[in-house]
């Protein structure tokens, strides 16, 4: 088993509140979020990416890299895979090319994942998800849920009379979680 770990670089302050799994032998994501203070969970079908593949190479992690481009969630991908790693997977919902995807970044960089680095594990290891206390819903409801209380937290500032300050600067918070990873 090889384990592929990722970081955030200095200056990115992207925090991710949920976990992705893939379940490749049912072609299932599923897909954990927090919206305070539920824990949901909800599946889908792994969707095929249609990569174009690149004519230009690099080195990730000391591994010869191709380049691939594809269409995802409203927004256009550059990765990079090594196909000496034969696994076919990446970061985030990302999959499909004929190696590991060591590096995404959409075109406008607002998004970027890059390995930091790969171990060999002596043994498996597996992957427990807390099911327990996660409420299943589906995609819409959890985007529409998320969206609610954007709103609903300004509101609750408001109602509860802190002052205008806090209150202004709960709305630039919220205002600024505007750009999500999947734009449609």
Same mark, same amino acid.
């Given at each position: 088993?090889?384990?592929?770990?990722?970081?955030?670089?200095?200056?990115?302050?992207?925090?991710?509140?949920?976990?992705?799994?893939? /379940?490749?032998?049912?072609?299932? &994501?599923?897909?954990?979020?927090?919206?305070? @203070? #539920?824990?949901?969970?909800?599946? %889908?079908?792994?969707?095929?990416?249609?990569?174009?593949?690149?004519?230009?190479?690099?080195?990730?992690?000391?591994?010869?890299?191709?380049?691939?481009?594809?269409?995802?969630?409203?927004?256009?991908?550059?990765?990079?895979?090594?196909?000496?790693?034969?696994?076919?997977?990446?970061?985030?919902?990302?999959?499909?090319?004929?190696?590991?995807?060591?590096?995404?970044?959409?075109?406008?960089? /607002?998004?970027?994942?890059?390995? &930091?680095?790969?171990?060999?594990?002596?043994? @498996? #290891?597996?992957?427990?998800?807390? %099911?327990?206390?996660?409420?299943?819903?589906?995609?819409?409801?959890?985007?529409?849920?998320?969206?609610?209380?954007?709103?609903?937290?300004?509101?609750?500032?408001?109602?509860?009379?802190?002052?205008?300050?806090?209150?202004?600067?709960?709305?630039?918070?919220?205002?600024?979680?505007?750009?999500?990873?999947?734009?449609?």
């Amino acid at each position: 088993m090889t384990r592929v770990l990722l970081e955030v670089k200095p200056g990115h302050i992207t925090r991710f509140l949920f976990q992705i799994y893939k /379940d490749h032998k049912n072609s299932k &994501i599923i897909y954990f979020g927090h919206i305070v @203070p #539920t824990r949901f969970k909800y599946e %889908e079908e792994m969707s095929e990416i249609k990569w174009n593949l690149g004519t230009d190479t690099s080195h990730v992690l000391d591994y010869a890299a191709n380049q691939a481009f594809a269409s995802y969630g409203g927004r256009e991908w550059v990765v990079w895979y090594a196909p000496a790693l034969p696994i076919n997977d990446g970061p985030y919902k990302f999959s499909g090319l004929p190696g590991l995807i060591l590096k995404a970044y959409d075109t406008k960089e /607002d998004y970027i994942f890059e390995a &930091i680095s790969i171990e060999k594990l002596k043994e @498996p #290891t597996d992957i427990e998800m807390s %099911e327990r206390t996660a409420v299943a819903t589906t995609r819409r409801n959890f985007l529409k849920a998320e969206d609610n209380l954007r709103y609903d937290i300004i509101n609750r500032v408001k109602e509860a009379g802190v002052g205008n300050e806090l209150e202004q600067r709960m709305a630039r918070r919220m205002l600024k979680r505007n750009n999500p990873i999947e734009l449609e």
